[in-house]
C-alpha cells in the first residue's frame, strides 16, 4: 500500500471514529440524563398517589354511612396507578435501546482508532507534534467559546457544539497517531512542521526568520484567543503553545548545529578531507559539495593521467628524434668539409640549419613538458635579480647588435636580492629577449624596467612590432602559437608559453600586454622573507 493511500485510510476512519464517539457519548449522556429525569418523576407520582389515597380513606371513613361510591373511588385510583407505571416501564425501555446503540457506536470508534492508529502508524509526519500542540489549543480555545454559551439553545449552537466536537476529537486522535509516528522515528526533529516550513525557504535567514517567530508568535495568538475565552482553557492553550515554542527551539538549534556541520565539511574540502552529508538543513548543499569535489577528483585524476602519458609520449619521441638528428647534425658538420659546389654547400647549410631547428624544438618541448607536468621540481636559490638580467643581455648581445636593437634599463636599485630558480628564471628571460630580437622592429629599442612593490618585484620587458598584432594576450601564450603568421623560419611558437610556465613555476605570474604597436611581457617575482 502506497504511503498517500494509507494516509487516506488512516484520516477516513479517524473520522469516522470521530463522528462515531461523538454522537455515541451524546446517546449514553442523554440516556443518562433521561434515567435521572425519569426517577424524579417517578418519586414525585408516587408520593402525589400516596397522599390521594391518604386523604381519600380518610374522607371515606369519616363519611362511610353518607357515600356509598368508595368502591368506585378506589377503582379509579388503581386504575391511574397501572397507567403512570405502564408508561414509564415503555420509556425505560426506549432508553435501554438508545443506551445500546451508543455502546455500539463508541465501539467502532475505538475500533478504528485502533486500526487507524496502531496498524495504519503514521509514517511520514502530517502536522507534526508541534503543529499538532497548535491545533489542540486552538480548538480547545474555540471548542470553550462555544461550550460557554449555556444561555442560548438554538439550533445554529447546538449545530456548532456537535462539530465542534466532532472536529475536536478527530483533532485529538490525529495528535496521538502523529505522536506514536513521532516515537516510532526517535522523536527525529524533521517531523517538526516549522523544521519542513523552513527547509523549504530558498534563503537560510528566511528560515532563522521563521525559527524564531515559531517560538514568539504562537503566544501572541494565545493573547488574543484569552481575550474572548474563559479561564478554563487558559492551561490548556499554554500547553500546546509551549509545546509548539519548545519545537521551534529545538530546530533552531539544530539548525545551529547543521550550519557548523556544514562549516566542517567546507574546511574539509579545502583540505582534501572526505565530506561526510548529514540529514539536516544543509543537506542539499553538502550533497553537492560532495559530488563538486567527487568531480574534483576524478578531473585531477584525468589530468594527471594525462599529464604523465603526455611527458612519457614526448620523452619517448624525443629519445627517437635525438638520435638521427644527432646523426643529420654530425654528417652535415662533416659534409662541410668537403669540397662541395656552390649550391650544395647552399642546401647543406640549409639542412644543417632544418636539423638544428628541429633539434631546438625538440628539447624546448621537453623541457616545457617536464616542468609544466611537476616531473621536474625547481632549485630555489638566492639570487640577485640585476646581475641575472644583465648576464642574459650580455649573452645576446652580438644578436642585438645584428638587428640594431638597444636596450633601455631602468631598474629601481643596483641590486634586488629574490629566492627563485635562476636556471628557469634565465631561461625566462632569454625567451623574452629571444622574442624581442626575432619580432622587433629594426633599429628599435628594447625597454627593460624593474620596479618594487609591496609585495613582489616588477620586470617590464617592451618593444615595438614589426607587423600588425592581430591577436590577444591569452592567444598568443598558447604553446606553437606565433604572432607573425607570415614568418616560417623564426620561432617555434614555445619562448611565451615557456616563460609563463617556468615563472609560475616558482611561485611569480606571467601576463602578456598589448598597446598599439607596443608588446609588454610583465614578470613579477614574489619577495623574499627579508625582503619583507
Known amino acids: 500500500m502506497s504511503l498517500k493511500r494509507r494516509n487516506y485510510i488512516a484520516l477516513i476512519l479517524l473520522f469516522l471514529a470521530a463522528l462515531c464517539w461523538t454522537f455515541g457519548q451524546r446517546m449514553l449522556t442523554h440516556d443518562i440524563a433521561e434515567d435521572a429525569n425519569a426517577g424524579e418523576s417517578s418519586s414525585t407520582t408516587t408520593g402525589a398517589h400516596t397522599s390521594t389515597v391518604t386523604q381519600t380513606s380518610v374522607t371515606n371513613t369519616r363519611d362511610t354511612a353518607e357515600n356509598l361510591g368508595e368502591g368506585t373511588t378506589v377503582e379509579s ?59 489542540l ?27 465542534s466536537g466532532i472536529v475536536g476529537t478527530f483533532a485529538v486522535l490525529l495528535s496521538i497517531r502523529e505522536l506514536i509516528g513521532w516515537i516510532r522515528a526517535r522523536f527525529s526533529l ?69 550550519l557548523n556541520h556544514f562549516k566542517k565539511q567546507l574546511d574539509n574540502y579545502q583540505q582534501g578531507k ?15 559539495l560532495l559530488d563538486v569535489q567527487a568531480q574534483h577528483e576524478e578531473a585531477v585524476r584525468t589530468a594527471v593521467a594525462s599529464e604523465r602519458f603526455k611527458v612519457e609520449l614526448i620523452s619517448n619521441v624525443s629519445h627517437d628524434l635525438r638520435t638521427p638528428l644527432t646523426s643529420i647534425l654530425g654528417y652535415s658538420e662533416l659534409l662541410q668539409k668537403e669540397s662541395l659546389s656552390s649550391e650544395g654547400q647552399e642546401q647543406l647549410r640549409r639542412l644543417h640549419q632544418k636539423a638544428g631547428y628541429m633539434n631546438d624544438l625538440v628539447e624546448a618541448l621537453f623541457e616545457l613538458t617536464k616542468v609544466s607536468s611537476g616531473v621536474v621540481e625547481c632549485k630555489k636559490d638566492e639570487i640577485d ?11 645576446v648581445d652580438d644578436q642585438l647588435v645584428s638587428t640594431g636593437l638597444t636596450v633601455k634599463r631602468n631598474y629601481c636599485a643596483d641590486s634586488i636580492s629574490v629566492i627563485t630558480d635562476g636556471a628557469r628564471m634565465h631561461q625566462v628571460f632569454a625567451n623574452l629577449l629571444g622574442n624581442a630580437i626575432k619580432y622587433a622592429l629594426a633599429g ?4 627593460l624596467e624593474v620596479k618594487e612593490t ?8 617592451m618593444n615595438t612590432a614589426s607587423y600588425e598584432m592581430d591577436f590577444k594576450p591569452d592567444e598568443i601564450m598558447q ?54
Open 77 to 135: 385510583t388503581l386504575s391511574s396507578t397501572e397507567f403512570t407505571q405502564s408508561n414509564h416501564v415503555t420509556e425505560k425501555t426506549g432508553y435501554s435501546t438508545e443506551r445500546l446503540f451508543g455502546y455500539i457506536l463508541s465501539f467502532i470508534s475505538i475500533v478504528a482508532a485502533v486500526i487507524a492508529i496502531i496498524v495504519l502508524y503514521q509514517k511520514n509526519p502530517i502536522c507534526g507534534p508541534d503543529g499538532a500542540g497548535i491545533i
Open 137 to 163: 489549543a486552538i480548538l480547545a480555545t474555540v471548542y470553550n467559546i462555544i461550550f460557554s454559551l449555556e444561555s442560548t439553545q438554538s439550533s445554529i449552537i447546538n449545530i456548532l457544539r456537535l462539530i
Open 190 to 258: 524533521s517531523w517538526c512542521l516549522v523544521h519542513r516550513i523552513a527547509k523549504r525557504c530558498a534563503t537560510p535567514q528566511m528560515s532563522l526568520l521563521i525559527f524564531i517567530g515559531w517560538i514568539f508568535l504562537p503566544w501572541v495568538v494565545l493573547a488574543s484567543f484569552l481575550g474572548a475565552s474563559v479561564s478554563q482553557v487558559f492551561w490548556v492553550c499554554v500547553l500546546g503553545y509551549l509545546t509548539a515554542s519548545a519545537f521551534g527551539f529545538l530546530c533552531l538549534w539544530k539548525y545551529g548545529t547543521d
Open 274 to 288: 572526505p565530506i561526510i552529508v548529514r540529514d539536516g538543513a544543509f543537506s542539499q548543499t553538502e550533497a553537492q
Open 385 to 395: 635579480l640585476i646581475r641575472l638580467l644583465e648576464q642574459t643581455i650580455g649573452l
Open 444 to 447: 628599435t629599442r628594447i625597454y
Open 454 to 461: 609591496e609585495m613582489c618585484y616588477h620586470v617590464r620587458m
Open 479 to 532: 604553446r606553437f602559437a606565433r604572432g607573425d603568421k607570415a614568418r616560417s623560419t623564426k620561432g617555434s611558437g614555445l619562448g611565451l608559453a615557456i616563460a609563463q610556465t617556468y615563472t609560475e613555476s616558482v611561485g611569480g605570474s606571467f601576463r602578456v600586454i598589448l598597446d598599439g604597436d607596443q608588446f609588454n611581457a610583465i614578470v613579477e617575482l614574489p619577495k623574499t622573507e627579508r625582503n619583507l
